[in-house]
């Protein structure tokens, strides 16, 4: 395992700092020079470095901005700066912009330049208050810098930035719904193709990102593609921030290098499991995904990695369940949150989800029937792939892989009736 890395996110107290002056004497503007230096040069360079999408896909980011830059010249394309970050047990987003808001700006001016895009957008989580007061003052600091003016230059045209509120609800944070929601509609996921880098906002180009992703972005146009790769883990490059909750001594963002094991995460950097108890579950990935149990402790928690043993890193939220407490109650309580979630544009969604978070809570509180449990394990079967977007299947795997790890408490919980 190499060496955690000092000069990336928020490890280094440089990168951790109020006023643009202070970012620039420190790790700051090093990335936008080398990209101003050679533009030609950052698509590539994206691609050796191997980042991928922090936002839960680990989709290649190289592909999204060479799909944008692609694209007819002419007329306006837009970055959306996805900081919606609403998912139970996420908390990353919010840390790197309240606490380095130049890095994700830096990151988000060199992908504009990389793709022909003259307008930024900050989408930001309205309960994020003082997120988005800071991302507000850091980006009033970079409109009146030298910088704005020479990437103006570059890009031919008016290079503007703009901090918006976004609906503050979990859906708003698909990239289709973050477009519909900046265009001023209710946040419904559009249907796809067209993809948002063919046909976006107001049906422009648009790249949509993670805000960890854009956090990436200078540090690796200034240290280059091998030293993000020799970070990480063989196909998985770079770090990770992983938010661990629940039943641990020293709950937490940690950044670690990519692929950091399950059980250093927990037992060396989040202080073990409270009360010196064993560990029972980890929901990873957040509370769309699957849950890894403690016989899986050696699993390295990257995107690649975690696909083989049919679990996911999605946003890197590790939530962890201590022995002794029930897991279906945290299952009924996600399915909850994702019924409450579905923006109601696809029936076996809204009533899929609605209906599955009954019947596990009625098994959790031990009111359920057998029928009960054989209806909730075949709408888990049913439901995959019936929605417009993910969030069905986020809420169906979690479930699927409770059943398929903890079949026997939604037993116990069936007898006890
Ligand atoms: C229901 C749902 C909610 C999502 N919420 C977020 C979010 O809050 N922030 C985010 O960056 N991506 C979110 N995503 C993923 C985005 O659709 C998109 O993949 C991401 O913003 C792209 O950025 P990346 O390639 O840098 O990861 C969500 C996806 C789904 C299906
Ligand atoms: S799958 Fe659910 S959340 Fe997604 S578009 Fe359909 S109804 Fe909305």
């Not at 000069?7 to 503007?29: Q, Y």
């Not at 795997?397 to 408490?409: G, I, P, R």
């Amino acid at each position: 395992m190499p060496t955690p890395p000092l000069n990336t996110l928020l490890r280094h107290p440089a990168n951790r700092c109020g006023s643009l002056d202070e970012w620039l004497r420190g790790n700051g503007g090093k990335g936008l020079e080398a990209a101003l230096r050679d533009p030609a040069a950052l698509i590539p360079t994206i691609k050796a470095a191997g980042l991928r999408g922090l936002g839960g896909s680990g989709f290649p980011t190289y592909r999204k901005w060479a799909m944008v830059a692609a694209q007819p010249a002419g007329g306006h394309r837009y970055l959306i700066c996805n900081g919606n970050e609403d998912e139970p047990g996420t908390f990353k987003d919010r840390l790197l912009l309240e606490e380095s808001p130049h890095q994700v700006i830096e990151g988000a001016l060199i992908a504009a330049l990389a793709t022909a895009i003259n307008h930024i957008v900050f989408y930001i989580n309205p309960h994020l208050k003082r997120a988005t007061e800071t991302v507000a003052a850091a980006v009033a600091q970079w409109q009146q810098c030298d910088y704005l003016q020479q990437l103006s230059q570059q890009l031919g045209t008016e290079l503007t930035l703009e901090v918006t509120a976004s609906p503050g609800h979990y859906i708003a944070g698909e990239e289709s719904a973050a477009i519909e929601a900046v265009e001023g509609h209710f946040p419904f996921p559009r249907g796809k193709p067209p993809y948002p880098a063919v046909s976006g906002l107001h049906g422009r180009p648009t790249l949509v990102n993670n805000i960890e992703t854009l956090a990436n972005v200078p540090h690796i146009i200034h240290q280059g593609a091998a030293w993000f790769q020799g970070l990480g883990n063989g196909t998985c490059s770079g770090t990770k921030i992983y938010c661990v909750s629940g039943d641990v001594a020293a709950a937490g963002a940690y950044e670690l290098p990519m692929g950091t094991p399950l059980q250093s995460l927990i037992f060396q950097h989040a202080g073990g499991i409270t009360d010196e108890r064993q560990l029972k579950a980890v929901f990873t990935g957040g509370p769309s995904n699957s849950i890894l149990t403690r016989d899986e402790l050696d699993i390295a928690l990257d995107f690649d990695t975690l696909k083989q043993h049919h679990a996911a890193l999605g946003t890197g939220a590790m939530i962890v369940v201590a022995e002794g407490n029930p897991i279906t109650p945290h299952v009924a309580k996600y399915l909850d949150f994702f019924a409450n979630a579905s923006c109601g544009q696809c029936p076996p969604c809204t009533s899929g989800t609605r209906e599955m978070a009954r019947l596990t809570k009625m098994i959790a509180s031990g009111c359920g029937t057998i029928d009960d449990f054989k209806l909730l394990s075949s709408l888990s079967e049913m439901l995959p792939g019936s929605g417009r977007c993910h969030l069905i299947d986020g809420a169906v795997t979690v479930l699927k892989s409770a059943l398929s790890h903890f079949s026997h408490e939604f037993q116990d919980n069936l007898e006890q009736r």
